[in-house]
């Protein structure tokens, strides 16, 4: 997966997009960083592990972040509604332009 090009699609898709902000692009970015340093595409994670990377402190803001981001296809976000068990995030290839 070329985590580069993954990137400059997001960013070009973001610019025209009304409904990304700062924190879209906080989130996105950190999952960026750990599917890199995984070299894998589908994470699971906590949410404390991603919003330390991404700087957000309010988890309502990261939960709504994140879904907006799986609703407008820039990544699919299956939320695990347990504290215990990771939440999985999928970065994908060949997203909506």
């Known amino acids: 997966m ?3 090009k993954i990137l400059i699609r997001f960013f070009l898709r973001a610019h025209y997009d009304p409904k990304i902000t700062t ?3 906080s989130i996105f970015s950190a999952i960026l960083q750990l599917a890199t340093d995984k070299q ?3 994470l699971h994670v906590y ?3 991603l919003m330390e990377i991404a700087k957000v402190s309010c988890r309502k ?4 972040a994140l879904t907006d981001l799986s609703r407008s296809g820039y990544l699919h976000y299956q939320p695990s509604f347990n504290h ?3 939440s999985s995030i999928t970065l994908l290839e060949s997203a909506n332009n």
């Open 23 to 25: 924190k879209h692009i």
């Open 40 to 42: 894998t595409s589908t």
């Open 2 to 4: 070329d985590y580069s």
């Open 61 to 64: 803001t990261y939960c709504k």
């Open 84 to 86: 215990n068990r990771r």
């Open 47 to 49: 949410s404390y592990e």
